[in-house]
């Protein structure tokens, strides 16, 4: 009995470990997104206004094309040639920064 007490414990403290390092790189991962993220909000500030606007609502809010076509009063294509058009310049200016 004792020495399945012992490895019940054994077991319970291997799950912790195993815990403390997945919360510890979830944390890693975090910081690492909350940096990309800053970085993404700096570049996309430089770009055009309408651009960042419908590209925040897009990506950000969660919000559907057709929504926004509404809600700007604009073309479906003019919401996905916008979309398309930041999405390239924030591919370029981020692979400049290293990412």
């Known amino acids: ?31 690492s997104n909350i940096e990309e993220n800053n970085i993404l909000i700096e570049e996309l500030n430089k770009l055009k ?5 419908i590209f925040k609502r897009f990506y950000f809010y969660d919000e559907s094309i057709k929504y ?17 058009r930041t999405r390239k310049k924030l591919e370029k200016i981020l692979k400049k920064r290293g990412f």
């Open 1 to 31: 009995l004792l020495k399945k007490k012992y490895r019940d414990i054994k077991i319970f403290e291997d799950i912790e470990e195993y815990q403390n390092l997945a919360d510890i790189s979830n944390i890693e991962m975090i910081v």
């Open 68 to 84: 926004i076509c509404n809600s700007l009063n604009i073309s479906k294509s003019k919401v996905k040639v916008s979309l398309y």
């Open 49 to 53: 206004d309408n651009d960042v606007d």
